[in-house]
């Protein structure tokens, strides 16, 4: 199997359960999500009204649309929490009509909380979701080292952190827990201009190592200048994608 | 990673987050043994408190659980991370057997702590009061082990199945109270007004718990003349509601929370 790798210089950690859901995808292009058509439904109102994306590994895509455009519902579809009503939608090679609850451990999905245990450490934290895939310690101590949370930070209560840093927080959490699409909704919301900028070093960072990102934001002049496309969602479907003119850091750059 | 290792996983996370926010030990077990105290007051009459004693136990506990309840999926709702582990996909199952084992723990410890609030406050009320405190007086006496398992029952009792008793209907209460309590823990936490919908839920359907448990425990320290092996049959309830709360509540806890 083919399956593209990210470039040996990456800290990601390597695992077989990586590779398998590596393989899953199309040999044959770096094509991770492959969305055609689709629709999903919220209640009865069809939140997605046929959305046809196709996302390559390590793109940073910046989601743009206004308020109630579907932005969070293809985040939360592309994470395997909705149902496809109609159309044919697979991330990581796992069919989502079929397979949505298998893909979940292969994504991670970052929203306005951070996921995150407020009475214990950084490192037990990290620890926590790492331990849910097998990680081991040293790929949790990778995952502290490469958000910058690891040092004096890593036995800080969560609770004691700035927001910045329980922004990073969760990130080595999805670093120790293997995801390999990082979907995130509004991460700049609550951080400082150095907590904006550490994050967007992240990203980038995380692209190069390999992940794909999709950032939902109304920040768009920032997050434009880290996406290498945009994506703009308008009454559930996309209404316009276009390349920019950033450098796609990730391996199928 | 296999369901008992993350249910273990999960347990061993919520005992953590106990040990260092200590809600336990600085408001839960105050919480219980006020409530001990209150019904002492309120209840001032000695054949009173004798005949509803093991009642008043429970009843502790069960108020205890709500917050109990309400603590343990605070953490999870705090900064989202419920929704995380399911957006991680992880076991739901293991999620609602980790979460009841941890509450299960911490139950188990505050049910010693009732039953010796029990012994103390409404000593003169039960035999085990009495050879406790002569346990403590006059420790040199006799063997103190043959004291307390003695006190914990009524004359003409035999104190080791009564104790028996005792331990096994605490411990299938306990699992039953644990595996109801994470499962409407986990379906009010999606709601708003968890606060109140928590007990509206819960108190119905521990009901057989309360009424088994307070039966086995009479029985297990002699109140109104019940004898021990009356407390088998209440223990065999306890553990049919503790077996199917259990099993039903892993199946259940996975769509309840998803979706």
Redesign the interface.
């Not at chain 1, 609850?101 to 451990?105: C, G, K, M, W, Y």
């Not at chain 1, 929203?111 to 214990?120: A, F, P, R, T």
């Not at chain 1, 331990?131 to 097998?134: A, L, W």
């Given at each position: 199997m083919d399956a593209p790798q990210p470039p040996s210089s990456m800290s990601l950690p390597q695992t077989s359960r990586v590779d398998d859901a590596a393989s899953r995808a199309d040999p044959r292009s770096n094509q991770v999500i492959v969305l055609d058509d689709v629709v999903a439904v919220l209640g009865q109102f069809p939140a997605l009204a046929g959305v046809t994306l196709t996302v390559e590994r390590g793109e940073i895509v910046l989601l743009k649309g206004p308020n109630g455009a579907g932005k969070t519902t293809l985040l939360r579809l592309c994470?395997?929490?909705l149902r496809v009503e109609r159309g044919a939608a697979t991330v990581l090679g796992f069919d989502l009509a079929t397979q949505r609850?298998?893909?979940?451990?292969h994504?991670?999905?970052l929203?306005?909380?951070?996921?995150?245990?407020?009475?214990?450490d950084v490192r037990?934290n990290v620890q926590?979701?790492g331990?849910?895939?097998?990680a081991s310690d040293t790929e949790i101590d990778q995952a502290m080292v490469r958000m910058g949370v690891a040092g004096r930070l890593a036995d800080v209560?969560?609770r004691k952190l700035s927001a910045g840093q329980?922004r990073r927080t969760a990130l080595a959490c999805l670093v120790a827990?293997r995801a390999q699409v990082w979907l995130l909704d509004e991460p700049h919301a609550g951080l400082d201009a150095i907590g904006r900028d550490e994050l967007d070093a992240t990203l980038v960072e995380a692209s190069q190592a390999g992940a794909t990102i999709i950032v939902a934001s109304h920040e768009l002049e920032r997050a434009g200048n880290l996406a290498t496309r945009i994506v703009e969602v308008i009454g559930g479907q996309v209404h316009d994608t276009r390349a920019t003119t950033a450098k796609a850091p990730g391996p199928s750059s | 990673m296999s369901t008992w290792a993350l249910a273990r996983l999960i347990a061993a996370k919520d005992l953590r987050v106990e040990r260092r926010s200590k809600i336990v030990t600085n408001q839960v077990l105050p919480f219980a043994g006020i409530t001990m105290v209150s019904f002492a007051f309120v209840l001032d009459k000695q054949n009173v408190i004798d005949t509803v004693a093991p009642g008043l136990i429970w009843l502790a506990t069960m108020f205890s659980l709500l917050i109990l309840v309400q603590r343990s999926f605070g953490i999870e709702t705090d900064d989202g991370a419920l929704d995380a582990m399911r957006v991680a996909g992880v076991d739901a199952g293991a999620i609602f057997l980790g979460k009841a084992l941890a509450l299960a723990v911490q139950l188990l410890v505050l049910e010693v702590m009732l039953f010796v609030a029990a012994i103390i406050f409404y000593g003169e009320s039960i035999q085990s009061g009495r050879a406790v405190l002569a346990f403590f007086n006059e420790p040199t006496d006799v063997n103190g082990v043959e004291v307390v398992l003695a006190g914990l029952t009524s004359p003409g009792q035999s104190p080791i199945f009564a104790t028996v008793l005792l331990v096994t209907t605490m411990i299938s209460a306990t699992c039953g109270l644990a595996a109801v309590g994470t499962l409407y823990g986990g379906l009010a936490a999606g709601f708003k007004g968890s606060e109140t919908l928590l007990p509206l839920l819960t108190i119905p359907a521990v009901a057989p718990v309360l009424i088994g448990a307070t039966k086995a425990v009479e029985s297990a320290v002699g109140t109104s003349g019940a004898a021990v092996s009356e407390g088998w049959q209440w223990v065999s309830l306890l553990a049919v509601f503790a077996v199917a709360a259990g099993v039903g509540g892993a199946l259940a806890f996975g769509p309840l929370i998803d979706d």
């Open positions: 994470a395997g929490l609850h298998e893909l979940r451990s994504v991670g999905l929203g306005h909380q951070n996921g995150l245990y407020l009475d214990m037990e926590f979701w331990r849910t895939v097998g209560p969560v329980k827990r | -």
